[in-house]
């Protein structure tokens, strides 16, 4: 656009036209960067118009001027005055010819205000008045005076972007430098230890040590000596820093980011004059200082869309920071905008490689520093996007380490706060190229976590402060976290999709596998019809089906599991679960406990065995699973008996009601009633039983008296004669 607007000289009397695009205006007010003065001049120019319009009756090809006013002064610099200027590249000496004269709108170019209130105006050897802007001396001088501090420490930013968040930025640095030079002055200086005389190992101290008692006396050779030891503490130093990292994480992000890196700049070479040991440390401590500057850094630029421009300043002075030796930053500052083509489809699900070959461009990787992931991971998770998280965290790539790995392996938690059960589940499973599944690394309590995700509808908190220490992130497990809250629109996920999940992940990691506490929560939430949001399983009663249906699905159980254990596939025929759907489950995960026992030991069993507490039936179908290895019978038989008398279970049992004392019983009795079980007095262990026998003081016992002489027609001899030793001892 071409705007006519008057162009007023001091003392001129005259009108003139002159076309100006609007761009010199924006140019000429940038010029007169203090913003008081910028706005006068852009009033005046509008005055100016509209004065014009009003005043011009024919505004065509000819122009006509009907009307003209006496000329407002505007601002201007000494060099546009209409006062004779003599131009010299760089003349400081004094006022060229008539330069230091000026009119009252002159302004200094150097100072940017008015050329009456410079106090180097015309100070040999500096000399403001001489300023014009095309010398490059004086234009570098103006930028260097306009960016201030942040020109001292190297920034580039272009003089005329000088904004409020700069300044803000540049007086804080200012201010810091200041002080934190004086801390490390200080820290400089040292101090002498005050236990070091004691510990001196000169030779006149040693002598007088050890003839007298005083340990503070020395030659004066040896204090000259003293007086070096000197110890350097850079705690003070270090936390001055950290004030100013929270000082200016208050402030707006752009001008937090400059702070940021400017403070770096004056930090980053500190070191000790003193001895090694003390250099290492503080060498450490800078470069956690270090990390923790640029994790915010990395934060904010990932959290704010900054122009391009600003972003390849701060990345031309991130490059010119000096690093420290044993420094692991990532090379380059700039992360991808949140609208790059590959990343948004990434987000999108639209991209699932995270690679991208665009017609005629150079194939592209979704590859970010690990920083920038775990800023990304953040920013999703306050926004609770965690659709989009798990998107990115699955392809997403940075270079290998364990943090990366750990965050990765949270994608499934992520799917389920999304509601997507099946996805995590699936994604749990699902096979990595050149990696082992993600089921086969879970702990046995991540494993509950899930199923407890599962079954509830809840999931724990994800949300977390980024504060990388050293560039390893140590995060809590948030799987382990104590806090736990709804999933917003969750579906349920059928029970036997959840035993399936819990079936193929006993199969292929066998630290879950060998854990009892693992079995016995599996063993609750298929016993129940509902899990309660602090992830307990209420128990369910479920009715015990026919004999037949009982012994069609034992076979079938192991067929399913067979299968599962060869084929790693696991596959349930609808009829499985026809007619008895609950029982169907249950019998399915008892089948698979008996294989496991079957596999090795498995510690402790009370717990387990307390799990049939609603549905004995299956504790008997249990026990007659088992029975196909008396051996391995016996065995747990052993093991039950000595956790019913051991220390460490003697406080459950006192909090055990009649139903957990007859149950016990109950699974005693069938050694007894199952005559293809041997039991000999004479032998372990129930010579043991016997010999410690205490009814009175084990309900069980008890119970398990009365449950034999209810049935004593069905029992042996050998099994009769146990039954009368037991009623003697009971006497
Ligand atoms: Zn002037
Ligand atoms: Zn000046
Ligand atoms: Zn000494």
Wanted: hydrophobic content about 40%; aromatic content about 10%.
């Amino acid at each position: 656009m071409v705007i006519i607007f008057f162009f007023l000289y001091h003392g001129s009397t005259s009108l003139k036209f002159i076309t100006v695009p609007w761009c010199t205006i924006n140019t000429m007010v940038y010029e007169y960067s203090n913003p008081s003065v910028a706005l006068s001049y852009l009033c005046s120019i509008s005055l100016l118009i509209s004065d014009v319009s009003k005043h011009i009756e024919e505004l065509d090809e000819d122009l006509a001027i009907t009307y003209s006013q006496t000329a407002t002064v505007l601002p201007h610099a000494r060099y546009d005055c209409t006062l004779a200027f003599c131009r010299a590249e760089q003349d400081v000496s004094g006022p060229l010819q008539d330069n230091a004269k000026h009119c009252d709108q002159c302004f200094c170019y150097i100072c940017d205000k008015l050329a009456s209130t410079c106090e180097l105006w015309t100070i040999p050897g500096i000399c403001h008045c001489n300023a014009h802007k095309h010398s490059v001396y004086w234009k570098a001088l103006r930028d260097k005076s306009l960016m201030g501090f942040l020109h001292e420490l190297n920034f580039t930013f272009d003089p005329l972007d000088m904004d409020s968040d700069l300044r803000l930025a540049e007086t804080s640095l200012q201010k810091f430098a200041g002080s934190l030079a004086m801390k490390y002055a200080t820290f400089l200086l040292g101090f002498e230890s005050p236990n070091h005389s004691a510990n001196c190992r000169c030779t006149c101290h040693r002598n007088i040590n050890s003839n007298t008692q005083s340990q503070t006396i020395g030659c004066k050779g040896c204090y000259q000596h003293h007086f070096k030891m000197l110890e350097y503490d850079y705690t003070v130093v270090s936390q001055h820093i950290k004030m100013f990292l929270n000082e200016a994480m208050k402030g707006n992000p752009k001008a937090c980011v400059v702070m940021l890196l400017g403070a770096i700049k004056l930090f980053v070479s500190h070191t000790t004059p003193g001895i090694i040991q003390a250099a290492n440390t503080v060498s450490e401590t800078v470069s956690k200082l270090l990390w923790r500057f640029m994790t915010k850094v990395w934060t904010i630029l990932v959290g704010f869309d900054f122009s391009g421009s600003f972003i390849k300043q701060l990345e031309t002075f991130y490059h010119k920071l000096p690093r420290p030796s044993n420094c692991t930053l990532p090379k380059s500052l700039s992360v991808l905008p949140w609208d790059d083509p590959l990343l948004s489809a990434v987000m999108k699900g639209q991209n699932i490689t995270g690679e991208r070959q665009a017609k005629g461009r150079r194939h592209q990787v979704l590859f970010e520093p690990l920083v920038v992931i775990q800023a990304r991971v953040c920013k999703l998770q306050q926004q609770n996007k965690y659709r989009e998280l798990a998107r990115y965290l699955k392809v997403v790539k940075s270079i290998n380490n364990p943090t990366l790995q750990r965050m990765k392996d949270l994608v499934p938690l992520y799917l389920c706060k999304d509601g997507d059960y099946s996805g995590a589940v699936c994604h749990m499973l699902s096979l990595m190229p050149g990696a082992t599944c993600h089921a086969s690394r879970l702990t046995p309590q991540q494993f509950r976590a899930y199923l407890r995700i599962l079954t509830s509808g809840h999931a724990p908190d994800v949300a977390q402060e980024f504060d990388a220490g050293n560039g390893h992130m140590i995060i809590p497990d948030p799987l382990l976290s104590t806090k736990w809250t709804p999933i917003e629109g969750s579906n349920s996920f059928k029970m036997i999709e959840v035993l399936k999940f819990a079936l193929r992940v006993l199969d292929c990691n066998t630290i879950v596998f060998a854990d009892s506490e693992t079995w016995v929560y599996l063993l609750s939430v298929v016993s129940s019809n509902f899990t309660t949001p602090d992830g307990v399983p209420v128990g369910a009663f479920y009715a015990e089906p026919d004999v037949t249906y009982q012994t069609v699905t034992r076979d079938a159980a192991s067929a399913i599991l067979e299968e599962l254990t060869t084929t790693s596939r696991i596959q349930i025929p609808k009829a499985f679960e026809r007619g008895y759907p609950d029982q169907a489950r249950l019998l399915l995960a008892t089948q698979a406990l008996v294989l496991r026992i079957f596999h090795s030991q498995l510690k402790p069993i009370l717990g387990i065995i307390m799990c049939f507490k609603f549905n004995r039936w299956a504790l008997r179908w249990f026990f007659y699973s088992l029975l196909v290895r008396p051996d391995v019978l016996h065995y747990l038989l052993c093991c039950l008996l000595e956790e019913l008398s051991d220390e460490r279970y003697q406080l459950l049992q006192r909090k055990w009601s009649e139903t957990e004392h007859s149950l016990v019983a109950y699974f005693l009795c069938m050694y007894f009633w199952e005559n293809s079980m041997v039991l000999d007095l004479n032998t372990y262990p129930t010579n043991s039983l016997l010999a410690t026998w205490n009814e009175s003081h084990n309900p069980w016992q008890l119970s398990l008296k009365l449950y034999l002489e209810c049935n004593v027609a069905k029992l042996t001899p050998e099994k009769r004669k146990i039954l009368h030793l037991i009623q003697q001892q009971g006497k």
